[in-house]
Nanobody, 126 residues
Framework: QVQLVESGGGSVQAGGSLRLACTFS????????MGWFRQPPGKEREAVAA????????DYATSVKGRFTIYKDNAKNTLYLQMNSLRPEDTAVYYC???????????????????WGQGTQVTVSS
């Protein structure tokens, strides 16, 4: 049974930093993709960043490129999202998610990910 548990959310002023963590377990497929998504108030869930397990290739939404970094610590079974230079528009519930990745290709859309964490709130004040 795949389980994903996010932590590290909170409130921060604009320009500040937060690091989100997603501890995962139960991944039995040989190759997988992990991603961070967010859902701002009243808006749809959107992809923020993704990383392919087999290649460590990463992808970022244009709005966070250069400010956010996705990485994994396989020894700790943990996915991270380092968020710097936070802006009020980054306020959202952040989710981690995963799906089996064939030949190391990551999905990007909500429907491509089949396991999700419960989410953690990030609030950035101006």
């Amino acid at each position: 049974q795949v389980q994903l548990v996010e932590s590290g959310g909170g409130s921060v002023q604009a320009g500040g930093s937060l690091r989100l963590a997603c501890t995962f377990s139960g991944l039995t497929y040989s190759s997988y993709c992990m991603g961070w998504f967010r859902q701002p108030p009243g808006k749809e869930r959107e992809a923020v960043a993704a990383i392919a397990d087999s290649t460590n290739n990463t992808d970022y939404a244009t709005s966070v490129k250069g400010r956010f970094t996705i990485y994994k610590d396989n020894a700790k079974n943990t996915l991270y999202l380092q968020m710097n230079s936070l802006r009020p528009e980054d306020t959202a519930v952040y989710y981690c998610a995963t799906h089996p990745a064939y030949v190391g290709v990551c999905g990007w859309f909500v429907g491509e990910f089949n396991y999700w964490g419960q989410g953690t709130q990030v609030t950035v004040s101006s």
